[in-house]
């Protein structure tokens, strides 16, 4: 199918649906990509998750479908009758116009569908989750953050639960539906519940902790993530401290000092971490590498301990600082802690090492932020290895930030010893290849075509011995923009 | 900088057919397309001898299912041989590319054996891997062992005949083979893979192994099987100065030999890395080769002494028989075109497959500029006497 015949095929009406999904349903940001997309054979694979909403959208969609291919034939017949000019022309302006009919009418019906549909059931569901949580004898923990929540909430659920009974949202289910579905799992007699909560749009985080009456906050830090619908950082950083807003009075919130935009934010009585550790922590002795990391945690009063983890990176030490500090203040005791970080693996796609056709491989694909990409870069360069190899194409949503986020990010990788960056070919890497030059790289480039899955090839370009870091993984073009 | 067009040819009409379909793609054509010098234009010969261009023959799924259907509506594909070569495509949207390069990725007869190297040499245009007189010593069992043995390499002792001589003067054959020692390995002297090679343990055995050697090929190679053995393959490339890979040991359990269902369908050289997790189980080889430290550099040796008497043009695997007792390092066969060029090897000493190819490309490239260099025009007056 090329590009045109593909507009007016039925499998135009799951692509436009696809669109819709990936980017949750936004109008505006949906009719841009149908705009800027130019050839949609190339999202011909893709697929929509099946949820109700999409069910909904999939039938509208094949009713629009079906008018306007009845009107089509209605026009061609009404042609045929009497075949003058104006009808012609009129038939062929109707036929050029059917996938941007199909595309607009399909968006009204989601824009009307969210108004009527989703928001009243938003408030129902609010209502309920608002029971659930208010009636829950357990702590709440709410993560807010551009990045890093998924991997704190899976610290904070490893080390926690070690003692205690610790239930968590699911996966990076941070969304109102997804904590209705956290909340009807529980069982009533969990210590504690650690919620992560999304930030799309200004007013999400006070919408979650509304539900959730939050006992303890995390802010995991601020960066250029999901500019592309916040607008800015200042909206960033407006969204993700509603979160302290929510808090009660002299509630603990803990934030990453490390996060530059952060700074300036950061209030005296916030129990501020970092890679030197926390108030009345202190970290030492920091060890990482590919086998996980090791540092010594020492209380202001107290024995110092040593903490034994399979994550890797040293920005996982104010993380690990954060656990450790929420951990003691709910009554475990350092045996319990090293058990709980002891037992935990890297999540997948995040940051985790594995061995695949022996070239050790650290999966950072679910990672898109500059943060993550810096910290990750930062580690590869202090690894020892036959060949150090980068694989990435790019960081998504960055808006109007995306040129310098990735110019950065070539810049870095061309001073840390780098040997081989492979890049996905799209309106980001090229900038992370101006990085490279301006930072004047020595080693190789190479290019991936677009959507390629470099672990698919990952035999035919690494040799005994490499290391290569993943970070991100590739999605259609429009992202990028 | 544009691209150069490597043509990969693969397929054939040869008993080893489908092991080129898979060395092409898998081997080649996958590693280029993250070069950034060259990139691959894949021409496939398909059984009935027909060629065909077409992006789609770099997908393994193209030839699954329904293949015959599939190529009938493809266009076969024209050669030019206009200041090199051309691969053209006729029709509507008639095309003409140049190739730059051709990298000869068939196994066996019709390819392999020097045919295609010829058609190269002929047009003037560089080509990958062994050369034409290379190619054809080397897919000759009887031809190779007589070379490495002229040139001081041991070679088990052996036997070669034809299928003519042997109806004619089958007493004396078998007279002759009797000097030999039991078990002996009966082979065809023109194929790869291992396919129609026998062990045999008396004289029964060795006339049924005849029979089916026979049917393959015209010429065959009985030889004594080497005691205490390790068996080992070491790929190596170059034109002048060489680069050899990773000594690597054959597994298998005593008794059994390595055979092309051992080679191909117990999941050995057709997963990447080397490791077979087929109907065998476990690994189908090693590397490197566990043997001492003596033998392994003998092996090298006797690598690099093949390859040079050989020609050393391009590259080739050598298979090694080691009588691990007596430490005697003896020479087996040549392969000038392995399976997905034992990029795994490569791969484990240090060169991706990617790097492989490239390398492999550029001493292709060399060996031409070298041709080229030479004069092969002679000013006589011969043709005035007529």
């Given at each position: 199918m090329n590009r045109y015949s593909v507009l007016y095929s039925p499998k135009f009406v799951r692509q436009l649906i696809y669109m819709l999904q990936s980017v949750e349903y936004d109008t505006w940001q949906y009719l841009r990509w149908f705009w800027l997309q130019?050839?949609?054979?190339?999202?011909?694979n893709k697929r929509t998750k099946p949820t109700p909403k999409s069910r909904l959208l999939v039938f509208s969609g094949a009713v629009i479908y079906l008018v306007l291919a009845s009107v089509a034939a209605w026009l061609f017949l009404w042609l045929v009758s009497d075949s003058s000019l104006p009808r012609t022309l009129l038939l062929v302006g109707f036929l050029a116009l059917i996938p941007v009919l199909l595309a607009h009418l399909l968006a009204g019906v989601s824009f009307i569908g969210r108004w009527l549909i989703q928001k009243p059931l938003e408030i129902i569901r609010k209502r309920r989750i608002k029971d659930v949580f208010s009636d829950h004898p357990g702590k709440v923990i709410v993560i807010a953050g551009s990045y890093g929540k998924t991997s704190m909430k899976h610290m904070l659920g490893a080390v926690l639960g070690a003692k205690l009974k610790v239930a968590a949202t699911s996966?990076?289910?941070?969304?109102p539906a997804g904590i209705a579905r956290f909340a009807s799992s529980l069982s009533g007699d969990e210590d504690v519940l650690i919620v992560e909560a999304g930030e799309y749009r200004p007013g999400d985080v006070a919408f979650i902790c509304d539900m959730v009456n939050p006992d303890i906050g995390f802010i995991t830090g601020v960066n250029e993530?999901?500019?592309?619908?916040?607008?800015?950082v200042a909206n960033a950083l407006t969204t993700v401290f509603e979160l302290a807003e929510a808090l009660p009075e002299k509630a603990a919130l803990y934030v990453n000092a490390e996060s530059q935009h952060l700074e300036g934010h950061i209030q005296k009585a916030d129990l501020a971490y970092s890679r030197d550790g926390i108030t009345g922590f202190k970290i030492s002795k920091f060890a990482t590498n590919l086998g996980g990391t090791k540092l010594t945690i020492k209380p202001k009063k107290g024995q110092g301990f040593e903490i034994s983890t399979s994550l890797m990176g040293l920005h996982q030490a104010g993380p690990i600082a954060a656990a450790v500090h929420l951990a003691d203040s709910l009554g475990l005791k350092p045996a319990e802690i090293k058990k709980g970080f002891n037992s935990m693996e890297a999540h997948n796609r995040r940051f985790k090492p594995q061995e695949i056709d022996g070239v050790a491989v650290i999966d950072d694909s679910y990672n898109g932020n500059p943060d993550g990409f810096l910290a990750g870069i930062e580690f590869l360069k202090r690894l020892k290895a036959k060949r150090k190899v980068y694989v990435t194409p790019g960081m998504i949503e960055l808006g109007r930030l995306s040129p310098d986020a990735h110019f950065a990010v070539g810049q870095k990788l061309a001073s840390s010893g780098v040997d081989l960056v492979i890049l996905n070919k799209n309106p980001a890497t090229g900038q992370i290849d101006a990085g490279l030059k301006a930072g004047k790289y020595k080693g190789e480039t190479a290019w991936l075509g677009e959507?390629?899955?470099?672990l698919e090839h990952i035999s035919d370009f690494t040799q005994k011995g490499d290391v290569v870091l993943l970070q991100n993984s590739p999605r259609e073009r429009f992202f990028y923009l | 900088m544009s691209k150069q067009n490597v043509a990969v040819v693969f397929g054939s009409r040869s008993t080893e057919h489908d092991v080129s379909v898979i060395t092409a793609i898998s081997g080649v054509i996958n590693p280029l397309k993250l070069s950034e010098s060259y990139q691959s234009v894949p021409v496939y010969i398909a059984k009935d001898g027909r060629w065909y261009s077409h992006p789609d023959l770099a997908q393994v799924e193209f030839y699954r299912d329904d293949l015959d259907k599939k190529l009938a509506k493809l266009k076969p594909l024209q050669l030019k041989f206009d200041g090199g070569l051309w691969l053209v495509s006729t029709g509507l949207r008639a095309s003409k590319t140049k190739i730059d390069i051709v990298f000869p990725a068939t196994h066996g007869?019709?390819?392999?054996?020097g045919s295609l190297m010829g058609l190269c040499q002929m047009a003037g245009v560089p080509y990958v891997g062994a050369d034409l007189v290379m190619s054809a010593i080397s897919m000759d069992k009887l031809a190779s062992r007589r070379v490495a043995q002229a040139g001081g390499v041991l070679v088990p002792n052996y036997i070669g005949f034809s299928d003519k001589e042997f109806s004619k003067d089958k007493k004396q054959i078998l007279k002759d083979i009797g000097r030999l020692k039991y078990p002996l390995f009966v082979k065809?002297?023109?194929?790869?893979?291992?396919?129609a090679v026998a062990q045999v343990k008396n004289e029964r055995e060795l006339l049924n192994a005849l029979e089916v050697v026979f049917h393959y090929d015209d010429w065959a190679v009985v030889e004594e099987a080497v005691p205490n053995l390790v068996e080992v393959t070491v790929p190596i490339m170059g034109n002048k100065e060489f680069e050899i890979g990773m000594v690597e040991e054959y597994l298998y359990k005593p008794g059994e030999f390595f055979d092309f269902d051992s080679k191909y369908l117990k999941g050995g050289k057709g997963k990447k890395g080397g490791k077979s997790s087929g109907q065998g189980g476990g690994r189908y080889s090693r590397m490197p080769a566990k043997i001492s430290k003596e033998l392994y550099k003998q092996c090298q040796e006797t690598v690099e002494r093949v390859f040079y008497l050989l020609g050393a043009s391009g590259y080739a695997r050598i298979d090694l028989l080691i009588d691990s007792k007596k430490g005697l390092v003896y020479f087996n066969e040549v392969n000038p075109m392995p399976g997905s060029l034992q990029s795994h090897n490569w791969r484990e000493a240090g060169t991706s497959p990617l790097k492989l190819v490239e390398k492999l490309i550029e001493l292709g490239l060399e060996r031409q500029a070298g041709h080229d260099k030479r004069t092969t025009s002679f000013d006589s007056s011969f043709l005035s006497q007529f």
């Open positions: 130019g050839d949609y054979s190339e999202l011909k996966g990076n289910f941070n969304t993530q999901h500019l592309s619908h916040m607008k800015s959507q390629d899955n470099f | 007869t019709n390819g392999e054996d065809p002297t023109h194929l790869g893979s291992s396919i």
